[in-house]
């Protein structure tokens, strides 16, 4: 069975850091993209951060700078390291692996884990 348990969040001020985690159990944890996503209330969920398979990694405008998304293949654990941050970062942060075979899409996601900036 696939688990994945996402930690980190909380409450922090503007300029503050935070340090999101997303451990995974159940899965050949290496041949996976990782993504970072974010919901924030009333909007749609968006894609922040992806590490892939093969080591390559890309974000989105707005974190570019300041947020640093990692693994640790060991560990069968992402992380997004989240720099000076700013209120419009608030949201629900979800973890989400994805691997595409010839045969089958696998895609699993967290429960999600709260950040909230203040200002």
């Known amino acids: 069975q696939v688990q994945l348990v996402e930690s980190g969040g909380g409450l922090v001020q503007t300029g503050g850091s935070l340090r999101l985690s997303c451990a995974a159990s159940?899965?050949?944890?290496?041949?996976?993209?990782v993504d970072w996503y974010r919901q924030a209330p009333g909007k749609e969920r968006d894609l922040v951060a992806t590490f892939t398979s093969d080591g390559s990694t890309n974000y989105v405008d707005s974190v570019r700078g300041r947020f640093t998304i990692s693994r640790d293949n060991a560990k069968n654990t992402a992380y997004l390291q989240m720099n000076r941050l700013k209120p419009e970062d608030t949201a629900v942060y979800y973890c989400?692996?994805?691997?595409?075979?010839?045969?089958?899409?696998?895609?699993?996601w967290g429960q999600g884990t709260q950040v909230t900036v203040s200002s």
């Open positions: 989400n692996l994805r691997r595409q075979t010839p045969w089958k899409t696998y895609d699993f």
């Open positions: 159940g899965i050949t944890f290496s041949s996976y993209t």
